[in-house]
């Protein structure tokens, strides 16, 4: 697969060490590029269409082209028809693949894809890198198998083969707010016989309940219940909205550089994913939505940050789920909050592409915040000025690189942040954006 013109080397493997200085403030309007989660279930939903889908504004990210390249193994053609278009042909779709199916970093390729593959007459291998082969797959795998899929694997996690079965329909009682999980699950609930359901003990993002409608799937959706019947999704246009999580990083920074005032335009506003923004305001940020509008059954806005007094805040219970990915980045902006802000329920922070709750503690306090770390957590003082003058980790994590470049924008002395090139699985524009505003 030959991307269209695309300028950042997604998958190199290459270091790349930057140095990060003091920032006088940020201005100045950024487009923000395609939702990555919202991209995977485009490219994943257009697979299963048996015809032809454009999906417009994807992202680049090195995780959604894990799966874009899965798709095309699976018996898609993909026309990259400019920058920001390309055609997904499922007609052929889908076959048996040739080759093992290679997930690289991503957990949400490898939740998904399970889902679609469970109910297939083929079996399959999948694999991913060194993070994606220790992070937990039971939690997809218990729910497929009651539903009569079957996998060799060997403690619940990658390498792994999926064996094609005949799914039937359950009622799943999840333990978690996890929309992989319930994603996953809906997927196979398309292949299934009868009715799959799934209940979850709070509303994760339900951006595959809203595409799935928008595709004409047999779906309903009853409070934290969704249940679907076997369906044939329909071949539509797809286009993909910003990304509020990506955004989050801009939004942040903002609120914590002195004489910032930026807007950021075309970001997905889904109150299922958009908790950062109720932080935000909680946290007395002065922060506006303009513009608000829809765009395929998602709600978008152009979100406008300016310098902010912070004040500490609460974060727990239902919240946790709609800003699970923003938590390191919240703890950036806590680090500047007039108070104690305490952040608690969020113990499967521990298993993202790190785990992410001591890597925020050890790396936030070499800058020299306040911060402690708890079970499920992190509580943290301010407002600490951040002295900086220090080597950052990233540990692998995209989000970790740009939560810390954010801090090193404050800090008093220049930072180094190690293996910066991360953040090419999520955001490879990231510093080109920053760099525009500076
Ligand atoms: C995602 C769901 C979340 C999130 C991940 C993307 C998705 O994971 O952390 O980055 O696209 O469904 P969980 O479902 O495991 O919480």
């Excluded at 290459?14 to 989660?37: H, Q, R, W």
């Excluded at 920058?83 to 390729?109: H, Q, R, V, W, Y």
């Excluded at 004409?216 to 044939?232: E, L, P, Y």
Aim: net charge negative.
């Amino acid at each position: 697969m030959k991307p269209f013109a695309n300028k950042y080397n997604l998958l190199s493997n290459k270091n790349m060490d930057i140095k990060v200085e003091k920032s006088n403030g940020l201005t100045g309007t950024i487009e923000i590029p395609a939702d990555k989660s919202i991209t995977h279930r485009a490219f994943m939903f257009a697979a299963l269409t048996k015809g032809r889908v454009k999906v417009t504004n994807y992202s680049k990210g090195a995780d959604c082209m894990s799966t874009l390249k899965i798709v095309q193994q699976l018996g898609c053609s993909v026309e990259f028809l400019n920058e920001k278009e390309l055609i997904i042909d499922a007609t052929n779709a889908l076959k048996e693949p040739t080759e093992a199916l290679d997930c690289g970093n991503s957990g949400t390729t490898t939740r998904l894809m399970l889902g679609i593959l469970a109910g297939q007459d083929f079996d399959c291998k999948m694999h991913g890198d060194e993070s994606l082969s220790k992070r937990p797959m039971k939690r997809v795998i218990s729910p497929l198998e009651q539903m009569g899929a079957n996998f060799a694997h060997n403690d619940f996690k990658l390498p792994l083969t999926v064996k094609g079965a005949h799914l039937k329909g359950i009622k799943y009682n999840s333990p978690l707010a996890s929309a992989q999980v319930k994603s996953c699950l809906l997927l196979a609930g398309l292949f299934a016989e009868g009715t799959t359901s799934i209940t979850e003990p709070y509303k994760s993002r339900n951006h595959t309940e809203l595409m799935f409608e928008y595709m004409g799937a047999d779906i309903n959706v009853d409070g934290n219940t969704v249940n679907i019947n076997k369906s044939q999704l329909s071949p539509c246009d797809i286009t993909v909205c910003g990304d509020i999580s990506s955004a989050a990083f801009f939004m942040i920074a903002a609120a914590i550089i002195p004489n910032s005032n930026i807007i950021i335009k075309n970001v997905g506003i889904n109150e299922t994913r958009a908790g950062i923004i109720e932080v935000l305001k909680d946290m007395n940020a002065n922060i506006a939505l303009l513009n608000e509008r829809i765009i395929s059954g998602e709600k978008v806005a152009d979100i406008q940050v300016k310098y902010s007094n912070l004040k500490a805040t609460t974060i727990e219970g239902e919240i946790i789920p709609r800003l699970i990915d923003e938590i390191p980045i919240i703890a950036v902006a806590a680090t500047q909050a007039e108070g104690t802000t305490v952040i608690k329920d969020a113990q499967d922070l521990r298993n993202k592409e790190a785990d992410r709750i001591t890597a925020v503690k050890v790396e936030l306090e070499k800058l020299g915040a306040n911060i402690e770390e708890t079970p499920d957590g992190l509580i943290i003082q301010g407002k600490t000025e951040l002295t900086g003058d220090c080597e950052i980790e990233c540990y692998h994590d995209h989000r970790i690189a740009m939560s810390t470049y954010v801090a090193g924008l404050i800090c008093k002395k220049p930072i180094k942040i190690n293996e910066f090139q991360w953040v090419n699985i999520s955001f490879p524009e990231f510093l080109d954006l920053i760099n525009e505003l500076k």
